[in-house]
């Protein structure tokens, strides 16, 4: 889902990050302030419509990012074409992918000049939030805004990841979810790319999130995803079951497992975090649910995504037969101010034998 004027090259970058940039004879192509302004069309893009405020949102959501760069966006526009001095996003076909970014730059100062973003429109998009209708989840449409904020991610200055749970890999699976609202968001890979490319933010922009989705190897440049797991102490895979589109594992009372999430700093600074395990008897975890487990001081820099397995013991009492909701959150105590935190928060389904 990239063009480019020129053919792709691709960066080395150090061994902490994963993500690479878009380059030109050697330079890392960027704009050469800290903002660009992109515009919508006013047809796929109408006064009133979801696709307008779906837009703006996948906007705001990559503004969240931790470094200088932020994007404006102006409706509205009733004129739009290739190379002809404006960035523009709207809908077209026919190009080989859902959707696409050209861009055109001066390779030899390492310069975007313009950049447009088409979406397909024969593709089943929906600006829907509900978890029942996406494809992560096992509905019918593929989330209008990973696939948007794939693209403004190229219109940033960075190119596909492959190495690490990224929205520039495989972009319709790399979503947060709690509750039945799943919610698309930049995340800690193209983050640290901003960042490498535009130096940090002026303000104080931090943010932790902990996700139920991981990188499951590359297909080409993008990083594949599928759902954190649960194993056994003796490090066998947990069974599980398809319920609703999500995985539910089968798991014993009274026994410890190893829970896996992906715990990822998405902010400008290293934190050090605390952790706590609940159990729901619903798929939206908050404070108010049980407790049964935590980790103190969990340290997050901002590089690769930090998938881990943490152990935890499913409580003796639980009923047999029953689904619960395993939840983590991040941040429990609430010792850091964050630009987001509904990501703070997230579950794995399971069923006690
Ligand atoms: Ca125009
Ligand atoms: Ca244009
Ligand atoms: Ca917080
Ligand atoms: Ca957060
Ligand atoms: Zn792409």
Known sequence: MCGGAAALAFAVSGAAEAYTLITCNGNNIRWSGTSATMRASDIGFPSGSSWRSAL?????????????????????????????????????????????????????????????????????????NSKSVLWPYGGGSRPFRTTAIHELGHGVGLSHTANTYSVMGQDWDHIHANGSTARAYFGEDASSGAVALYGGNPG??????????????????????????IRTSGGGWVSSSTVNGE???????????????????????????????????????????????GRNG????????????????????????????????????????????????????????
């Not at 026919?94 to 397909?120: H, K, L, Q, Y």
């Not at 104080?204 to 797991?229: C, F, K, P």
């Not at 969990?298 to 943490?310: E, I, K, P």
Request: one cysteine or more; glycine letters at 10%; proline letters at 2%.
């Open 56 to 128: 703006g949102n996948s906007i705001s959501l990559v503004n969240q990012n931790p470094s200088a760069f932020d994007y404006g966006i102006v409706y509205g526009d009733t004129s739009v074409g290739f190379n002809n001095g404006q960035n523009e996003i709207w809908w077209s076909n026919g190009f080989g992918a859902p959707a696409i970014a050209n861009w055109w730059m001066n390779c030899n100062t390492g310069r975007f000049t313009e950049v447009d973003i088409r979406f397909d429109n024969t593709v089943a998009y929906t600006t829907s």
């Open 204 to 229: 104080n922009v931090q943010d932790l999130g902990v996700s139920q989705w991981r990188r499951t190897g590359a297909s080409g440049e993008y990083s594949t995803h599928d759902r954190t797991r």
């Open 247 to 293: 995985p539910r594992y089968n798991v014993n009372k009274g026994q410890q497992y190893l829970v896996e999430f992906s715990y990822e700093n998405n902010g400008e600074s290293y934190q050090t975090t605390e952790v706590g395990y609940f159990i729901s008897t619903n798929d939206y975890i908050s404070t108010g649910d049980r407790r049964i487990g």
């Open 298 to 353: 969990m340290g997050l820099g901002r590089n690769t995504v930090f998938t881990f397995q943490a152990p935890v013991t499913i409580p003796a009492d639980l009923v047999s037969g029953q689904t619960y909701w395993l939840g983590v959150i991040i941040d429990e105590d609430s010792t850091l101010s964050e630009v987001t935190e509904t990501n703070n928060r997230t579950y794995i389904s399971i069923r006690v034998n």
